[in-house]
Structures are given as C-alpha cells and as structure tokens.
C-alpha cells in the first residue's frame, strides 16, 4: 500500500505547541471530513527541531545566528518535501519571518499563520495582540486587522513570563489561570471584542476553549492546513 500525501510540520520552537499542533490536526479533522476509519486521518509528518531559545537569551536578533538556524530550518524542510508532505506549516509565529526563505527551497506550499489569522479575526471590530516582543517589532501582524490593538513591550514582557515558563516545563495549573486573567483584563481594560494568542505558546498556556474570540494561532494553523489538505486529497466533505 502506497503512503497517502502528508501534512508537513516544522516543529520543536517549542515542543509544547507542535504537540499541540499535533493533537489538534487530529480533533479537528472531523470538521473537514467524514471520517469513517482510521484511514480518514492525514498522514501527518512532524519534525521536531531541537533549537535553543534564543528569545531568552537574547540572540534571536543576530544576523549570524539566526542565518545558522534558517539554514538548519531549510533542511528540515527538504525532508518535509522528501516525506511526501503536500502542504506545510511552522508551529512558530516569530519563525515566520524566515516564510520566504524557507519557501524558496521547497515546492510545497507552506501557510502563513498572519494570512490565517486575517480570516478569523475578520469579523471582529476591535482585536488586540499578545505574544513577544520579537514577534511585534518583526511586525508581522502589522497588517492583518486595520484596528489591531498591539500593546505597549511592558504588556508583552508579562505574557513572555509564561512562554518561558511553558519552555523550562515549569508552568502550573495556576499558572494558567493567572493568565487567563491577565488575557481578560487585557481585553476588558483595552475595550477589545478579540484576542489574538499570537505566539504559539499561549494557546498551550491558555489552554482549551470554546469562546470564538480567543483567537488561537494553532487552532487557525490546524483548521488552515487541514482545509487544504482534504481540499487537495478530494476528500472535503465539509468545513469548519
């Protein structure tokens, strides 16, 4: 029996949310798809890649480092193109200012998580932005929302103290509620009808929930890569 087409992933910036990735391409595929047997599941191809956090150290604005990690992140890619992967994504939201280079090596298309997120966050008249200060002075979700709300560094220095926490596999269960506090003072003090969890260890740290406003960037990855997926496969049978 030959290998169906794959999902292709590029994982481990931070582990956590390429776990979660994972876990949600698996819950969500019954929104894309009739599923009957087991065999309705994507084959999903993950690679893990083991990079240090340079976010915490500092060195993610070095040219020479990040030239380094790019070009270790291309090889995976490779590999992804190797494995049969039809459709990729990186399960990292600062790594998509590389998108382009890693685009440049592959002929499998890779989603944007930005793109994804202008489409869910479209109905809503005034989102507000957390995730690293990294990821706001890249200006990546620059223009994804007209009126997006992205806050002072001092508010983004808070929620990073729950994605390193996330990343040294310290967090705790009250942890979590603390931020999903803060996530809704966030939103209640700033007057916003949305929040984009814009790194993708938030949503980990936030954990499960149905409130459409809480605006996951894996949930939106997940729901994106499957829809082309199954749209490619023939196999859409409905979409979320």
């Not at 382009?100 to 998580?113: M, Y």
């Not at 966050?121 to 620059?142: D, H, I, M, N, V």
């Not at 596999?169 to 942890?175: C, E, F, L, R």
């Not at 740290?205 to 199954?230: H, K, M, N, R, W």
Request: proline share 5%.
């Amino acid at each position: 029996m030959a290998l169906k087409p794959a999902i292709g992933v590029i994982g481990g910036l931070g582990p956590q949310a390429s776990a979660l990735l994972y876990q949600l391409l698996v819950h969500k595929t019954k929104d894309h798809t009739d599923l009957r047997d087991t065999s309705d599941y994507p084959r999903i191809v993950l690679l893990s890649t083991s990079i240090p956090n340079y976010l915490s150290s500092g060195q993610a604005t070095d040219p020479a480092i990040m030239a380094q990690v790019i070009g270790l992140v291309q090889e995976e890619v490779r590999l992804l193109e190797t494995a049969g992967s039809i459709v990729g994504g990186i399960a990292c939201n600062t790594a998509h200012l590389a998108l382009d280079q890693l685009q440049a090596v592959t002929r499998v298309p890779f989603l944007s998580i930005m793109d994804l997120v202008r489409g869910a966050a479209a109905g809503f008249e005034r989102p507000g932005l957390l995730s690293t200060r990294l990821t706001k002075q890249t200006g990546l979700y620059a223009g994804v929302h007209p009126n997006l709300h992205i806050p002072k560094d001092s508010v983004l220095e808070q929620a990073e103290g729950w994605v390193f926490k996330l990343l040294d596999g310290k967090i705790t269960t009250a942890d979590q509620a603390a931020f999903r506090d803060f996530v809704e003072d966030f939103r209640r003090e700033r007057d916003l009808d949305a929040v984009v969890l814009g790194c993708t260890e938030l949503p980990v740290v936030y954990g499960p929930t149905t409130d459409q406003s809480i605006i996951s960037t894996l949930e939106v990855l997940a729901d994106g890569l499957l829809a082309f997926y199954f749209g490619k496969t023939g196999h859409a049978d409905h979409q979320a």
